[in-house]
């Protein structure tokens, strides 16, 4: 019994001695912060094969110590297939790759246009372990690796910089802020149906605006910055912002800090169905014009019901472009009867596309409230 | 000398109920709900707890009819010493196979996530290594570990939950109820696949000083897994909807990577969901390991478990090696928990304990309930 | 003869005896401050060399004349003298016959400390976890005897030894009880967490950098790595570099006088601080993180369990060289096998973690107010009741009233 003790003893001192399979130290991993993708032009192509054009951009850690140079850096890659670009990157660096730590995945827009290469890229994507689904997804109109051209101002690393201005929808609504997680959730729930914020480029700043559609896995087009926050009224996602209102041909800005939707079946009759979202929008006006008061509350009212149409015109321009335009529901009204109204859903669940550009009346009614007027009145 | 008394308490009952059932299937078990049960998978699941609470009570009705004695020992009374044996030892052969399961699975999934260059069999023989010292301890040990690392386990495991809830949807779960009754049929087969480990309670009672007394905490234990599964499967429907938990084959595990908390030591929460499922695994493997030490020590009439834990543990060992991957290890899981777990948590008790009453074997009416 | 060696001698005429009384004096130190064991608040009173000087000190805490003092002398060319001490109707007599059994086992030649008793009667001398308690202040002896333990005196050192302890014990400083229960509970809340991290810091730094750096914020990770940045050894020889330095350190420092301990303080700090870090032999974190253990296992109050977790840490740093995270778990999870498999004079180690009763809790994390614990710990004791007072009595019996307003108007009119 002793022997067989010190044997095994003996046997985990040399498997621990021979061990650590999996130990690489900190500094010798190089912490991929984000990832573009492109559809290969002709020119790029290495080998015939090629299909991608992958960015990585990753920080130098020397250089964010020190404050000195350049502190990070991008990396080109021209592959055939997505994990061969990870994994060519070897033959050029001295480290190891590391992706637990990617914040923002960028699509060109080639790769949104191509089906295949867009499923391909979602597949080893949603499959790794090591991506976290929590990153934010960009669509790119033109090439995503002009984004990792930019070098920001006010951040030292262009990843960060990126995701920050995706967190910052909840002060600016027109932001529409889409983490990896939510996209794959529509794209299962809606089988190819998804919006992806577009992000635009130049030299020293990238910026949000407006956001790609995509259906069937396809980019259909692009909505623009005003309508990109009405969707994310119509959506309920929407959290802050600024719409402007007119009263005696001044215009004032009322600002919202809370927005609150839902949708209401209202009847369903014969073939036709009649949804209403009922939006409710809570702020404050803190610009008006210098000597005038705003402390009256039939002031305020007509201010209010002028915020209300425009609200109202401003959702059903959005839900028309979605119907007659783009032709795909991304409004939320699939869910809604899916959840709520099972039987009338399943009753047009086959035709449903067909349904919702036809027989779908849908009404928005806004209910907006004043609650301050800042600090003078 | 003050020696050891080999009992448990009401409360390490309870205990070693729901560390037995919980086990690696904690984060695979979402997928099975979901894709069975539809959105409403959480209703099912409750349902079979209930149900599966009324099965335990049999287990201690039948127990109770021998106090003082365990499942091997009384086993071999109700079918003779032969039949019983062979029973017993065909018992800790699923068993064996069952934490094989569960080595492997979890092994699998460390190996994606944590290690992925370190060989298999070093991870697994690291893993059954530790089982087997405490596994040596005998049920006291084993009682106590699984008594301890509850509050460890499942307190930090409900914090870890909690920061995800902005990202949940709780409409995800609508409509409720439609449907339900093809949902149910399609479940069942797979109950087993949730309540495995249930089996475990039919041994451990044997070393409860007054088995009448195993009513509560078995219920208790039971009421706490049901809920927990419900919790868990609410928690993972909730945030994915049935069909992206469908995709997913560790929901739960998706659920935690998607949480960020930023300004905190820990950002990403992972890290420490594996090393709280190592610690799942780990009771789970004792409290099989152990039933199945006890069980060949009786069947060969030995009077210490002991010398078996080493032995055994290569089995597993062997065992754990044999699947390919991890899908042929999910086909070979489907197999054994639809037909032979049924056999072994529903049929075999049932058949002991009619067998029982038929023969009239052993204290009749148990006197307090 | 005799009166050479100090003894008395009394002649009385008319008889042929000779009266010889023991009136030995000799050079004893007084009774003076604990050096292992200060408080703040509490009895500053510390057991000597002299045991009958102990004996005494603890009889005075325990007027009681149910309270046992078993004598007996151990020790072929020794003969040291040894005394049991333990409350009749509250300790388990289960437990007094084994302590006596065990002590009479033991036959040596000498017996210098109590030391050398501690390891002929534990449970398990390979344990690396000390099974029972050794405490120089009387005050906690006395606690001890009324929670139905044993007390061992030994003659020739001031360190008496408690049985059973258990690893809740270990965490516990005499003053827990003579301060308010919140402090007091806090206090005890910050040495179980120091406890854990002077345990696993080391480990869990290794396996994060080295094996899963994605747990970690950007930020951190990239600061980490930008530290670490010309470091030239891995994480798992920084981290043993440094943990050898400051246990040599610490050894020094115990050994040396206290004039020169402080010296040697100084060229630590200076060369763990500064030189290394600016050689580049180690990286600025892992001076923090080695710094943050040493302070965390400072504060477990029993030294003799600190070196316990010392040499764990150890063990947890290599589990985690070799399987990160995963070796780490499973370090700690043996460490458990180990603790639960473990007694201490029939008391299971973790009590009252394991096999509890709800009433035992009051008394390990938090520290309730004395007048909610009426009860002794079940397990040990025989005779459960403490006390059968309550608060409402206190307040009920209150002769000071506070004035009431409507007194104070009354006056007034």
């Given at each position: ?377 | ?14 205990m070693?109920?729901i560390m037995?059932?919980i086990g690696v299937g904690v984060f695979?078990i979402v ?75 979890f092994?699998?999934v460390a190996?994606?996530f944590l ?30 570990v699984v008594e301890i690392t509850f509050p460890i386990l499942f307190i930090p495991f409900f914090l870890v939950l909690i920061p995800g809830f ?58 706490f897994v049901?809920g927990f599964y419900?919790l868990v499967?609410?928690i993972g ?13 560790w929901?739960l595990l998706l659920y935690i990577r998607n949480i960020n908390i930023?300004?905190l030591f820990i950002e990403r929460l992972d890290g420490v969901i594996l090393s709280i499922w190592v610690i799942t695994v780990f009771t789970t ?85 | ?188 809340m910050?040495?179980f967490i120091?406890g854990t991290l002077?345990l696993i810091t080391?480990a869990l730094?290794?396996a994060v950098?080295?094996?899963h750096?994605g747990i970690l ?99 947890l740093?290599?589990?985690a060289?070799?399987?990160g995270l995963y070796?780490m778990i499973l370090g700690l999870l043996?460490m458990l ?16 973690f ?11 994390i ?48």
């Open positions: 019994m002793r022997i067989s003790k010190l044997i095994v003893i003996l046997m985990l001192c040399v498997v621990v001695l021979v061990g650590c399979w999996d130990k690489v130290e900190i500094e010798d991993r190089i912490f991929v912060l984000g990832i573009g993708i492109d559809k290969a032009k002709e020119e790029e192509k290495a080998q015939p094969t090629d299909r991608y054009v992958i960015n990585f951009a990753s920080p130098i850690v020397g250089a964010l110590k020190d404050g000195g140079g350049e502190t990070f850096s991008v990396d080109k890659t021209v592959s055939s297939i997505f994990t061969f670009g990870l994994n060519q990157m070897y033959e050029r660096i001295d480290k190891k790759l590391s992706f637990q730590h990617t914040r923002i995945l960028i699509f060109g827009e080639d790769m949104l246009k191509d089906e295949r290469l867009f499923k391909e890229v979602l597949d080893a994507v949603g499959r790794s372990h090591e991506f976290h689904r929590n990153m934010y997804v960009f669509a790119v109109p033109g090439r995503a690796d002009e984004v990792f051209k930019v070098k920001p101002k006010y951040n030292k690393l262009l990843a960060s910089y990126v995701a920050g201005i995706a967190e910052n929808n909840l002060y600016q609504s027109s932001i529409y802020k889409m983490p990896a997680y939510q996209m794959y959730d529509n794209l299962i729930n809606s089988e190819g149906d998804t919006i992806i914020p577009s992000l635009r480029a130049s030299k020293e700043e990238a910026k949000v605006s407006g956001l790609g559609v995509i259906k069937d896995y396809k980019l259909v087009g692009y909505l623009n910055d005003m309508d990109s926050e009405t969707l994310n009224w119509l959506n309920n996602t929407a959290s802050g912002g600024v719409i402007e209102g007119k009263y005696n041909d001044i215009l004032i800005p009322y600002k919202y800090n809370d927005f609150n939707t839902n949708m209401v079946l209202d009847k369903v009759d014969g073939d036709k169905i009649y949804l209403t979202y009922n939006m409710v929008a809570e702020g404050s006006v803190e610009e008006y014009i210098w000597g005038e008061n705003l402390m009256e509350q039939a002031l305020l009212d007509t201010l209010e019901k002028n915020i209300e149409t425009r609200i109202e015109e401003r959702g059903k321009s959005v839900v028309d472009k979605f119907q007659k335009e783009l032709k795909v529901d991304l409004v939320g009204i699939a869910p809604y009867l899916r959840k709520h109204h099972p039987q009338v859903y399943s009753s047009i669940e086959k035709d449903y596309e067909n349904f919702f550009q036809n027989n779908m009346v849908i009404k928005i009614k806004a209910e907006v409230s004043i609650r301050r007027v800042g600090t003078i009145e | 000398m003050i020696r050891n008394n080999d009992n448990i308490s009401p409360y390490q009952l309870a070693l109920v037995s059932i695979n997928h099975v709900i979901a894709k069975f049960g539809g959105n409403d998978g959480w209703i099912i699941m409750t349902a079979m707890g209930i149900v599966h609470i009324f099965l335990a009570f049999l287990f201690i009705r039948l127990s109770c009819r021998f106090p003082g004695k365990t499942f091997p020992e009384y086993i071999q009374e109700i079918l003779g010493v032969v039949l019983g044996k062979i029973l017993v030892f065909a018992i800790s052969c699923y068993i064996l196979l069952n934490l094989a399961y569960e080595v492997r699975e092994t699998e190996k994606m290690l992925p260059r370190t060989p298999t069999e070093v991870i697994i023989f690291a893993l059954i290594l530790v089982c087997a010292y405490v596994v040596r301890g005998g049920v006291e040990s084993v009682a106590r902005p990202n949940l949807d709780l409409t995800n779960l609508l409509p409720v109820g439609s449907d339900i009754g093809t949902k149910f049929t399609r479940m069942i087969p797979h109950a087993p696949h949730a309540f495995r480990g249930i089996e475990y309670i039919l041994f451990y009672i044997g070393f409860m000083k007054r088995p009448q007394r195993a009513y509560k905490p078995v219920a208790w234990g039971l009421i049901t419900t499967s609410v429907i909730g945030a994915f909807g049935a069909k992206s938990a469908t995709k997913a084959i929901p930023p300004g493997i004792i409290t099989g390991f152990f039933i199945v030490t006890y069980s060949i020590s009786k069947v060969i009439n030995s009077k210490e478990q002991k010398q078996f834990a080493l032995p055994l543990m290569m089995f597993i060992y062997y065992l754990a090696l044999q699947p390919a991957g991890l899908a042929e290890l999910y086909e070979w899981g489907d197999w054994i928990f639809k037909y032979v777990s049924s056999i072994f948590i529903y049929v075999i008790p049932i058949v002991a304990l009619l067998i029982a009453a038929i023969r009239r074997l052993g204290v009749k009416k148990s006197e307090d309930f | 003869m005799a009166i050479l060696t100090g003894d008395t001698v009394m002649l009385i005429d008319g008889t042929a005896n000779i009266i010889v009384i023991g009136t030995k004096g000799w050079p004893a130190r007084g009774i003076s401050e604990p050096t292992t064991e200060a408080v703040i608040r509490g009895p500053k009173e510390g057991f000597t060399e002299t045991y009958r000087f102990n004996s005494a000190l603890v009889r005075r805490r325990i007027r009681d004349p149910r309270l046992k003092l078993k004598q007996m002398q151990i020790g072929r060319r020794s003969f040291t003298d040894i005394g049991i001490m333990y409350i009749e109707d509250i300790a388990q007599p289960e437990l007094v016959a084994e302590v006596k059994r065990r002590l009479s086992t033991i036959d040596i030649d000498a017996i210098l400390d109590s030391g050398y008793i501690e390891e002929f009667i534990e449970d398990n001398p390979y344990s690396l976890f000390p099974q029972i308690k050794a405490t120089e202040r009387p005050d906690k002896v006395a606690a001890a005897l009324y929670q139905g333990k044993v007390a061992i005196l030994v003659d020739n050192t001031p360190f008496g030894l408690i049985v059973p302890a258990t690893f809740n014990s270990f965490f516990h400083a005499a003053e827990d009880h003579y301060i308010r229960w919140i402090p007091a509970t806090v206090l005890r910050m040495r120091a002077s080391p730094y290794i950098t080295s094996y750096p914020p950007t930020e951190l990770v990239l600061s980490i790595a930008a530290a670490r940045e010309g470091v030239p050894f891995p994480a798992v020889i920084e981290a043993l570099i440094l943990e050898l330095t400051f246990e040599l350190l610490r050894e020094a420092g115990v050994r040396l006088p206290t004039l020169i301990g402080g010296v040697v303080g100084i060229v630590g700090g200076l060369v763990i601080g500064q030189a290394a870090v600016e050689a580049g032999i180690v990286s600025p974190i892992m001076v923090i993180i080695v710094a943050v253990t040493a302070i965390s296992s400072f504060s477990i109050p029993d030294y003799s369990f600190s070196n316990a977790f010392r040499l764990f840490r150890f063990m740093i290599f589990s060289a070799f399987l070796g043996l096998g180990h603790l639960v498999r473990l007694k201490s004079f029939g008391t299971p180690y973790l009590s009252p394991v096999s509890f009763t709800a009433s035992d809790l009051k008394d390990t938090v520290r309730l107010p004395m007048f909610m614990m009426k009860n002794r710990p079940l397990g040990i004791a025989n005779d459960k009741v403490r006390m059968v007072n309550n608060r409402h009595e206190i307040k009920k019996g209150a002769n000071i009233k506070e004035k009431e307003k409507g007194e104070d108007h009354n006056d007034k009119e």
